[in-house]
């Protein structure tokens, strides 16, 4: 029997449509650098984003499923061309501007985007990729920054502001089928090429329900979230979305990522919640230290895209920034888990280590754990396996170029079609995960396993130290042993000696895991997304490039 419900697709244009009326008044706030920052209501993002729909397709020729390309930072234009692009029923494709040049151009190339929508301030990174982008036919520049260096290029330019300027403010948006391709982001590729996902206007839209509900992000038309994870690394965490659901207001830094004008961000326009990983909010602790500003508006932190360390959490919750972890990569939208403690923790002990997990599974994950040897574990928080998941908003495959099937190459996705996620973990009865390592980062030493995840998090409970990675260095009796890679705060008076002692004696990390080989390093080297860049160190350690003192 057929249901006698409306078969409505769930459209982005929907949630643009619905934001810019019923939350018209809430607001995008740009950080500029100067004494006001930039706003618009959501009302105006709409109007906006139609006639940027008008000018991609009367101006530009932007037709059916043409690839629209961003290369910007997280301000009020970016938040339009997500809405637009979509809506009009052409793919969105958010390039990540930190990544190399030769991986940039191989993916414009695999994408074959058509347009670029390019901040100003962006343009001497596009500009000498040009020669080597044959699919580009339009450049639209957006914001401050110099054009020369775009004389010549085959490609037409524009200015954003010109191209919309007199068009439209509405736009019939077309009834889509919801399945189909609404925005791409490629993976940031830490090992071969990087692999594009392809979201879907259903994947999108259920993924910001999700990301909405209470024991999610939860936010409401109250609230101004802190957008500082970029609107290229998986969709800014689906909030741009999500946010015109339910009308919080975003403030978007552009690029003033550094620690002082985010504590600024803070201070002067009081959010009430922010996003990032781990690495920015040390840098921001650090500030904050240094130089104290009232940050008591900020009450709610989303932490995700690597391990959150407890010394961080408890120090975000020394400042009233409460710290919610959570978990996610490229393939799942990013939100996989969020780490809400269950009621019967409130107010115990076990909430900080509920807190401290990756998080709970919502009803649109299912997960599964599978051995060394393909067989299903239990959830019973002991059991380690590599976790599999799946769901309406986990992609199934990889895109394979334009006139190819979509790849579903067997090492990432099983034969049942769940997503293999190379992550290592735990899963307790209650459905909260803990994730022990990344498959590819684990120390397979003599047999047993160490988790470098655990050796960093105990390395950066010591007060001297500012950041610690820790990766798998070759070792002729053991296979593998733990490198330890550390970076001293100012002033530190602690050695290699103390760090080890403190590991046993205060981190009750066992014996036989404490690395022998250790480094003091200027900072950790980052991806492209600011998480620790291991490969980096374990390349660095093998071209006998760090000065390593062994115990
Ligand atoms: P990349 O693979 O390039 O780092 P992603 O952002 O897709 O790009 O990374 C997803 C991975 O990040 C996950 O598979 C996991 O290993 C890691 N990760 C994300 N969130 C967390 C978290 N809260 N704790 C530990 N690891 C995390």
């Known amino acids: 029997m057929l249901s006698t419900m409306q078969d409505v697709p769930l459209l982005i244009s929907r949630i643009l449509t619905h934001g810019s009326r019923v939350h018209g008044a809430s607001r995008v706030t740009t950080w500029t650098g100067e004494a006001e920052p930039h706003r618009r209501t959501f009302a105006e993002i709409g109007g906006r984003a139609a ?4 000018a991609l397709r009367d101006e530009l020729g932007v037709r059916d499923d043409d690839r629209v390309a961003t290369l910007m930072w997280n301000n ?7 809405f637009a692009v979509p809506a009009m029923g052409a793919v969105l494709h958010t390039l990540n501007l930190r990544l190399p040049a030769e991986q940039l151009a191989w993916i414009v190339n695999h994408a074959a985007d058509k347009v670029v929508v390019v901040n ?15 699919t580009l036919e339009h450049i639209v520049v957006s914001g401050p920054g110099d054009r020369a260096p775009l004389a010549g290029a085959a490609a037409r330019v524009h200015e954003y502001e010109d191209l919309i300027a007199g068009r439209p403010t509405g736009y019939d948006w077309p009834e889509l089928d919801e399945r189909r391709a609404a925005a791409m982001c490629y993976t940031s590729g830490t090992t071969g090429d ?9 994947s999108v839209y259920l993924h910001s329900m999700q990301v909405n509900m209470a024991q999610s992000m939860g936010l409401t038309d109250r609230d101004t979230s802190l957008v500082v994870v970029p609107q290229f690394h998986v969709n800014a965490w689906g909030l741009p979305h999500a946010t015109f659901m339910t009308g919080v207001n975003m403030l978007m830094p552009d690029r003033f990522l550094q620690p002082a004008p985010l504590a600024g961000m803070i201070e002067g326009e009081r959010p009430t919640h922010a996003a990032a990983v781990p690495t920015i909010w040390q840098g921001l602790l650090a500030e904050l230290h240094a130089r104290p500003r009232d940050v008591s508006s900020l009450t709610q932190v989303t932490i995700g895209g690597s391990a959150c360390p407890p010394s961080l959490m408890a120090a975000f919750d020394a400042l009233g920034m409460r710290v919610c972890h959570a978990w996610g990569m490229t393939e799942t939208s990013p939100l996989g888990t969020v780490a809400r403690p269950p009621a019967h923790a409130a107010g115990t002990e076990e909430e900080f280590a509920y807190r401290l997990t990756q998080g709970r599974f919502p009803a649109g994950v299912e997960a599964r754990l599978t051995g060394p040897g393909g067989e299903r574990l239990p959830w019973d928080g002991a059991s380690a396996g590599e976790l ?3 769901g309406a908003w986990i992609a199934g495959a990889y895109y394979n170029g334009p006139d190819a099937e979509p790849l579903r190459p067997t090492d990432k996705f099983s034969e049942d079609g769940w997503l293999k996620t190379g992550d290592v973990g735990t899963i307790s009865p209650d459905g909260f995960l803990t994730l022990t390592d990344r498959a590819k980062d684990v120390i397979k030493s003599g047999g047993e396993w160490i988790s470098s995840v655990e050796l960093e998090n105990a390395l950066m409970s010591h007060p001297d130290v500012a950041e610690a990675a820790v990766v798998a260095v070759p070792d002729e009796k053991w296979g593998e042993r733990p490198l330890a890679t550390v970076v001293l705060r100012e002033g530190a008076r602690t050695d290699f000696e103390a760090l080890r002692a403190f590991l046993t004696e205060e981190a009750h990390i066992a014996r036989w895991q404490l690395p022998e080989r250790w480094t003091i390093v200027e900072s950790v080297p980052k991806t492209s997304v600011g998480k620790f860049d291991k490969k980096v160190l374990r390349r660095r350690y093998a071209e006998g490039d760090l000065d390593v003192t062994r115990l």
């Open 194 to 202: 990087p692999k594009g996902v392809v979201y879907s206007h259903r």
């Open 120 to 134: 100003g301030s962006l343009i001497p990174l596009l500009a000498p990729l040009l020669p080597r982008l044959p």
């Open 388 to 390: 599999e998941v799946r």
């Open 51 to 54: 006639q940027l729909a008008h």
């Open 76 to 82: 009020a234009e970016h938040v339009e061309a997500y």
